[in-house]
C-alpha cells in the first residue's frame, strides 16, 4: 500500500467512526505511520483530503467502480443492471454518512466542494457510470433509442441515494422491499427501458 493509500485509509476509519469532525493531521498520522506533513505533500487541505476518500478512499466506491466493468459483461440488461444498482445503493449507504457531516462546517465542505472541482471528480461520477452502462446496453440493442440516458442514470442515481437516506434514518424495513429493493426496482424500470427497443427487434 502506497503512502497515499495509507493516508486515505486511516482518514476513512476515522471518518468511519467517529465523523469528519474528528480528522486531525496527528491522529491520521499515528494511523498511517507517516510524519503530519506528509499528509500535505499528497493532498493540499483536509477538503482535498475528504473528497479523495470518498472517491478513491472506500472500499465500497472501489466496488462501484468494478462494478461498472462487471455490469457490461453480464449476460443481459437486467443482471447488469442489479450488479450496478447494488454497488451504488451500497456506495451510498457509507459516503451519505461521511459527506454528510461535511455540511456542518461550512469552510470544510466549501473546500471539499472546491477539490472535486479541480479534481473534475465528485457526486456526478455516478450518475455517469450508470449513463455509461445504459449507453454500451443501447449500443447492444437492448435499451431503446428515445431513452434520455442521462436523466435515467440520475433517476436510478437517486433511487439508491434516497433508499440509502431512508435505511439510514428509518431502518431497511422502511424501504420499499427491503432487502429485495435492488431487484424489485430495477424490474420496475425494465418496461420503459426495453419496451421500444423489443418491439423494434419484433418488427
Not at 180 to 195: G, I, K, Y
Request: hydrophobic share 45%; charged share 25%; aromatic share 6%.
Amino acid at each position: 500500500m502506497s503512502m497515499r493509500e495509507r493516508i486515505l485509509d486511516a482518514t476513512a476509519k476515522i471518518i468511519r467512526a467517529d465523523g469528519i469532525a474528528a480528522v486531525r493531521t496527528k491522529r491520521i498520522a499515528e494511523l498511517a505511520d507517516c510524519a503530519e506533513g506528509t499528509i500535505f505533500k499528497h493532498f493540499q487541505d483536509k477538503g482535498a483530503l475528504v473528497a479523495a476518500v470518498l472517491t478513491e478512499g472506500l472500499p465500497e466506491g472501489q466496488a462501484l467502480m468494478a462494478a461498472a466493468t462487471q455490469a457490461r459483461d453480464a449476460r443481459d440488461l437486467r443482471a447488469g443492471l442489479v450488479i450496478l444498482v447494488t454497488a451504488t445503493r451500497d456506495y451510498y449507504r457509507v459516503s451519505l454518512q461521511m459527506s454528510g457531516s461535511a455540511l456542518s462546517d461550512r469552510e470544510l465542505f466549501d473546500r471539499y466542494a472546491a477539490a472535486h472541482r479541480r479534481a473534475g471528480t465528485g457526486p456526478h461520477l455516478v450518475w455517469e457510470r450508470l449513463a455509461a452502462f445504459l449507453s454500451v446496453e443501447r449500443d447492444r440493442g437492448s435499451v431503446h433509442d428515445d431513452i434520455d440516458l442521462r436523466l435515467e442514470a440520475v433517476a436510478l442515481a437517486g433511487a439508491c441515494q434516497h433508499a440509502a437516506w431512508v435505511e439510514m434514518v428509518s431502518g431497511l424495513d422502511a424501504v420499499p422491499y427491503g432487502r429485495n429493493f435492488v431487484e424489485r426496482f430495477v424490474d420496475s424500470r425494465l418496461p420503459a427501458l426495453t419496451r421500444s427497443a423489443l418491439g423494434s427487434q419484433q418488427s
